[in-house]
């Protein structure tokens, strides 16, 4: 028998005679989403065509089969959209990224047109897509890349920025780890009661704040998704990090400078300055929203991962997490957003770290908190940090070369 089957149009050969339902398993078409129409009238699945018949298998579950349209213009889709129920044309789709923005940008009083925001960028879709995005919405937004000196993944996402910044004719500030701090991620394997990833985000945030603040940015944005928050949020609740959870929010505000009495800044040549406001524009965009941006827009970005990143726990949170939402479409977002909406400022507050007393740290003059006993030097984490790789790294250096 012929099965003509609609949106695409094709035709199939099936040997018959055969039930209807038989046909349609092994077309592979589920039942509910179609009509079945023989010599003009419908038929169920249980009646017999013989080997002469003709059938239509005509869809009817809009989107469900065959190329979706877009949402606002009709034309044929480019990317669907699940938890939103809709899909849309390239245009249409890079709209929905900017309203996501506005939408994160307004709800949360972010940023506004006067502020100049500094974005971090480390050459992946989401901080690319960022900068990208925040530019075409007419903000003023400088960025900064990070070296790592985690070989040919930290050159070439250098590259990718620069060549972003370059096309684009906007600023781009560039730090290098080994040239400004003397050490590299790699450096610290080896380290004990230290990760690789725990150093690399430790030192992140450092220089994200410093570079902020050195250079009067009133805001920081990071690329952080939908799907890293998520997955941030699952792994606080399932181990109560609850200071962890206070500070879980898509904005930071900035926090003053440590105020007089304190010992001061000392030894960076920076005076008294506090935290940077720290911002997360994309986190009602998915990973999968973003990357798609990132191709429509005609962006290049560094698609591999960091090689350091293997045993990750976050990584297994986003799996989890796209395996409910794969069933359940929507049950990301219901989760972050249900969080930050019903639970995070009403019952997190007292949990806030943010509340300690801040006192300048006696090696950077960067904020931090006051040490527990009297007369002790206050040292920030990434000080204290920073010291331990560059010893273990000269430790290992003049072993080599005993050896050698
Ligand atoms: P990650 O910590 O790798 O999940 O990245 C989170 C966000 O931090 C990114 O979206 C960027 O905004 C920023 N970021 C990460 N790595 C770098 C880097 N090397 N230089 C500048 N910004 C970075
Ligand atoms: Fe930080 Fe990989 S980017 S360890
Ligand atoms: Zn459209
Ligand atoms: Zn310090």
Redesign the pocket.
């Known amino acids: 028998m012929k099965v003509l089957l609609r949106n695409p149009d094709r035709t199939e050969d099936v040997a018959g005679p055969a039930r209807v339902g038989d046909v349609l398993d092994r077309l592979a078409v589920n039942p509910e989403t179609v009509l079945v129409i023989y010599g003009g009238t419908l038929i169920t699945k249980d009646v017999v065509v013989p080997d002469d018949g003709e059938i239509e298998v005509r869809p009817v579950i809009s989107g469900g089969a065959g190329p979706a349209s877009c949402h606002a213009c009709g034309a044929t889709a480019v990317m669907e959209v699940k938890r939103h129920h809709a899909a849309y044309c390239a245009d249409h789709f890079v709209d929905h990224v900017r309203s996501q923005v506005r939408e994160a940008i307004d709800r949360h009083g972010m940023i506004s047109y006067h502020d100049r925001i500094l974005?971090?960028?480390?050459?992946?879709k989401?901080?690319l897509a960022?900068w990208d995005v925040l530019l075409d919405m007419g903000y003023r937004a400088d960025g900064?890349?990070?070296?790592?000196g985690i070989g040919s993944y930290?050159d070439r996402?250098g590259q990718v920025?620069a060549g972003f910044a370059a096309a684009r004719g906007v600023t781009l500030r560039t730090v290098d780890l080994v040239d400004e701090y003397g050490y590299d991620i790699p450096a610290v394997t080896g380290l004990r009661n230290r990760s690789s990833c725990g150093v690399?985000?430790l030192s992140?945030r450092y220089v994200?704040n410093r570079v902020a603040k050195e250079h009067g940015y009133d805001v920081m944005?990071?690329?952080?998704n939908l799907d890293?928050e998520a997955a941030q949020l699952l792994g606080n609740v399932l181990r109560w990090q609850t200071p962890f959870m206070a500070r879980q929010s898509p904005v930071l505000p900035a926090t003053e400078a440590p105020g007089e009495g304190d010992s001061g800044p000392r030894g960076a040549g920076i005076e008294g300055i506090g935290m940077a406001r720290k911002v997360k524009p994309l986190y009602r965009l998915g990973e999968r929203e973003m990357a798609a941006y990132c191709v429509i827009k005609g962006l290049d970005y560094i698609v591999e991962e960091?090689p350091m990143v293997g045993g990750n726990t976050v990584l297994r949170y986003k799996d989890a997490l796209n395996e409910l939402e794969r069933h359940s479409p929507g049950t990301k977002a219901q989760f972050l957003f249900g969080f930050l909406d019903r639970v995070q400022s009403a019952h997190f507050a007292s949990a806030d770290p943010a509340g300690e007393t801040l006192v300048a740290c006696s090696g950077c003059g960067l904020p931090t908190t006051r040490p527990r006993r009297a007369g002790v030097d206050p040292v920030c984490a990434f000080c204290r940090t920073r010291e331990r790789v560059v010893q273990s790294v000269a430790r290992r250096t003049s072993a080599v070369a005993g050896r050698t």
Request: aromatic fraction near 8%; hydrophobic fraction near 35%; proline fraction near 0%.
């Open positions: 974005v971090a960028v480390s050459g992946g989401d901080s960022l900064l890349y990070l070296g790592l930290s996402s920025v690399c985000g992140k994200f944005a990071t690329g952080h890293d960091c």
